[in-house]
């Protein structure tokens, strides 16, 4: 199906500030972000700040068709977990989206994929959207196993909470081999990840947005876009400039 044909699936790109920034920083990129990108637009921009910087990045988006989302969620609500965030608290900030899953806490919090799916309920549940990563290693994919790993990924959070929720969510393909190693999966390998991600959504498959992570730049944005099952990217490093993260969402748009 090709997108054009589609006039459902509006682009999204997601800028994930990751752990950077500060306030005077946020405040010039923003100044510059908000600046251009004025106006209607045919598709949706997300800003993920760090959580101290998610108030202030709420007022300087103010007035801005550019939406707040967060980095991470806690399952809970509430209650006695120290340093945690719950989906009600992002809410109350006017978040509109949670990325969850995202390789880095994968790896290095060891959030599991129950946990992951978890998540993913709480944020629905407080009224948000969630941005469910996935994505396989470099051993996956040189074994040729990484669609194997990405059903894995996707079906336990299935399991969990059934596929008609999908309906308020957004998928995230973002190969680990390719964040921040300024290596992007081919235009074909990235197609070929995507179109599985979808057909495990039949019901959906019109409607699901599904984006590709993984060194995209301005250079290659346009390219990852054309494809017929790329509704758009999210964004590390490229977020943190604004002519790169202007350019790339220009190019969704
Ligand atoms: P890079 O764009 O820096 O590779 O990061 C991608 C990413 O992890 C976005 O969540």
Redesign the pocket.
């Known amino acids: 199906m090709s997108k054009a044909s589609n006039a459902k699936r509006r682009q999204l790109v ?1 800028g ?1 500030w ?1 752990m950077n920034g500060n306030l005077r920083e946020n405040a010039s990129l923003l100044a510059e972000v908000v600046a251009g990108w004025q106006g209607e637009h045919k598709s949706d921009v997300v800003i ?1 700040p760090p959580y101290p910087y998610l108030m202030h990045t709420h007022s300087l988006l103010a007035g801005s068709a550019i939406m707040l989302g967060a ?1 991470t969620v806690n399952q809970y609500d509430k209650g006695a977990y120290t340093g945690e965030v719950s989906a009600s608290m992002l809410a109350d900030l006017d978040c509109k989206f949670v ?1 969850i899953g ?3 806490r994968r790896r290095m919090q060891g959030e599991t994929d129950e946990q992951v799916a978890h998540q993913f309920v709480a944020v629905q549940q407080a009224g948000l959207t969630p941005i469910l ?1 996935v994505g396989e290693s470099l051993q996956d994919r040189e074994q040729g196993c990484h669609l194997e790993t990405i059903g894995r990924q996707l079906n336990a959070v299935f399991a969990h909470t059934g596929k008609d929720v999908f309906k308020n969510a957004v998928l ?1 393909y ?1 190969p680990v081999w ?5 290596k ?1 999966a081919t235009p074909e390998q990235a197609e070929e990840v995507h179109r599985f991600m979808r057909a495990q959504l039949p019901d959906l498959a019109d409607e699901i947005r599904i984006l590709y ?5 301005a250079h290659n944005a346009q390219q990852l876009f054309a494809l017929p099952d790329i509704d758009g ?7 943190l400039d604004a002519d790169e993260f202007l350019a790339i969402c220009s190019a969704a748009d």
Do not use: D, R, W
């Open positions: 997601v994930n990751k993920c980095q990325i995202h390789n880095e990563c995230a973002e390719a964040v921040g190693t300024g992007t992570g993984g060194s995209v730049k990217a999210l964004l590390g490093g490229a977020s």
